[in-house]
């Protein structure tokens, strides 16, 4: 059983608002990708305390382009 992230992988955007100033915030990509060359390097549970995430969800990174707020918004994984 494999998941994907659907905003990865293109099949529908999430918007979110900032909190400061109402701007529709711009999705900045993955988290998980950032930590891609330290993975290797890390036991399963070691990685899941470092990033936070959990296994079937992907954080998103996203940015304000108004104020640069920066806020994680957790994207649900759905199975294929
Ligand atoms: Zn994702
Ligand atoms: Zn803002």
């Keep these: 059983m494999r998941t994907i992230c659907p905003v990865c992988n293109g099949l529908y955007k999430v918007d979110y608002n900032c909190i400061n100033c109402n701007a529709t915030m711009v999705d900045n990509g993955p988290v998980v990708n950032y930590m891609d060359d330290y993975s290797p390097y890390l036991l399963d549970d070691i990685t899941h305390l470092v990033d936070g995430a959990r ?8 940015r304000c382009p108004i104020c640069n707020e920066e806020q994680l918004h957790s994207i649900e994984r759905k199975r294929i």
């Design 55 to 62: 296994r079937d969800e992907c954080v998103h990174l996203y």
